[in-house]
């Protein structure tokens, strides 16, 4: 087992051990590390894992985790919020992979339209798939075709954060993708906990980008553009 700082949440780490072998963290293993590991990211898993006499001092928002977690909900708050903290953890990664495959205007637009195609091509198996007898060949069809619709819920998310990105950053600012960065990140802490984290984003922006991002630029850019986290699969 990897090592990990002990400021990492223990689901996180969970789910980092379980998913190691996936062809996809494979492929993006060098991400995940610096992720869980530099030293930049405490100041925001120290404050989300903070604690109360009678529980988190950021609970899990139940919009957030009916959206994000299938039925049943747990009960159990501990297991709550740790769904919750696994979840901004992937769309951290989600996010520091735009970051990292986007380094020009015209390969963003690319990769946007590349993401939107693909995520329709998948939709398209998803209905073509829903046509097979489920259990032929001892297979759960139904499974599979739910499997490439959440995928390309994923993808088209990515397209429409490759757009945002367009849209909310004044483009004369020379750490631009450093303040688009935290205006996602917040927008998903406050999302899921209940609060925007301003001072938190702005490290984690920085450490993904390595543009320095000021607190007040965040809390600028959050007052003025309304940003929303997809959960669910979307259905033709």
């Known amino acids: 087992m990897t090592s990990y700082p002990d ?8 789910w980092i051990e ?3 072998d996936h062809p996809e963290h494979v492929a993006r293993a060098d991400l995940i590390h610096q992720i869980a590991a530099d030293p930049r990211g405490k100041v925001l898993w120290s404050e989300l894992t903070k604690r109360k006499p009678n529980g988190f001092v950021y609970p899990v928002q139940r919009t957030a985790i009916e959206g994000f977690c299938d039925p049943p909900i747990p009960t159990d708050e501990t297991e709550r919020h740790g769904i919750g903290l696994i979840f901004v953890f992937k769309q951290l990664l989600h996010i520091a992979i735009s970051v990292h495959a986007a380094k020009s205007e015209a390969q963003r637009a690319q990769q946007a339209e590349d993401m939107r195609r693909r995520a329709a091509w998948l939709r398209t198996e ?3 798939t829903d046509l097979i007898p489920n259990g032929a060949g001892e297979i759960d069809w139904r499974m599979v075709a739910a499997g490439m619709r959440a995928k390309a819920d994923v993808l088209q998310q990515a397209a429409d954060a490759l757009g945002v990105y367009h849209l909310v950053v004044p483009h004369e600012r020379e750490n631009m993708t450093g303040i688009a960065t935290a205006l996602r990140i917040s927008t998903v802490t406050e999302t899921v906990f209940g609060k925007p984290l301003y001072r938190q984003s702005a490290a984690l ?3 993904l980008t390595g543009e320095a991002v000021t607190i007040e630029q965040v809390r ?3 007052r003025n553009h309304k940003v929303s986290v997809n959960f669910r699969p979307r259905r033709r």
């Open 7 to 14: 400021w990492l949440p223990v689901p996180v780490i969970a």
């Open 18 to 20: 379980a998913n190691r």
């Open 126 to 128: 998803a209905d073509d």
């Open 205 to 207: 922006a920085e450490m």
């Open 220 to 222: 600028d850019l959050r």
